[in-house]
Nanobody, 124 residues
Framework: QVQLVESGGGLVQAGGSLRLSCAASGRSVFENAMGWFRQAPGKEREFVAAINWSGYSTNYADSVKGRFTISRDNAKNTVHLQMNSLKPEDTAVYSC?????????????????WGRGTQVTVSS
C-alpha cells in the first residue's frame, strides 16, 4: 500500500505561482512513474503532468506545457509540481498518483494509488 498526501495548494492571482508537493509513504515509489491530475467542479478528471521513475522523462498536457514543471526526489519519496503563469482555468483540485508502470504515462487507468488532493484557486 502507498499513501499519498498533497500540499501546497491555495488561492493565487492570475499570473502567480504555486508549488505543489506530494509525499509518498508505505513503500518506496522510486520504480514507479508519478503523475498529477486535476478535477474542476462539474468536469472530468484530467491529466496534468507525469514523470518517469528516474525523473529524466516527463509528459505534460498541452494546456500546461511551458508553464508547469514536474520533478521528483526519490531519496525523499516526493514529487513536486511547479506551476507558473497560473490562469483562472487552472482552478481545480490537484491530486498526485502512483502508476503501475515506470514510464511517464498520461493514462489514468495505469495509476493505482491516489492522494485526496489539494485545492488550487486562481482568481482573475
Amino acid at each position: 500500500q502507498v499513501q499519498l498526501v498533497e500540499s501546497g495548494g491555495g488561492l493565487v492571482q492570475a499570473g502567480g505561482s504555486l508549488r505543489l508537493s506530494c509525499a509518498a509513504s508505505g513503500r518506496s515509489v522510486f520504480e514507479n512513474a508519478m503523475g498529477w491530475f486535476r478535477q474542476a467542479p462539474g468536469k472530468e478528471r484530467e491529466f496534468v503532468a507525469a514523470i518517469n521513475w528516474s525523473g529524466y522523462s516527463t509528459n505534460y498536457a498541452d494546456s500546461v506545457k511551458g508553464r508547469f514543471t514536474i520533478s521528483r526526489d526519490n531519496a525523499k519519496n516526493t514529487v513536486h509540481l511547479q506551476m507558473n503563469s497560473l490562469k483562472p482555468e487552472d482552478t481545480a483540485v490537484y491530486s498526485c498518483a502512483t502508476a503501475r508502470v515506470s514510464r511517464a504515462t498520461a493514462n489514468s487507468q495505469q495509476y493505482d494509488y491516489w492522494g485526496r488532493g489539494t485545492q488550487v484557486t486562481v482568481s482573475s
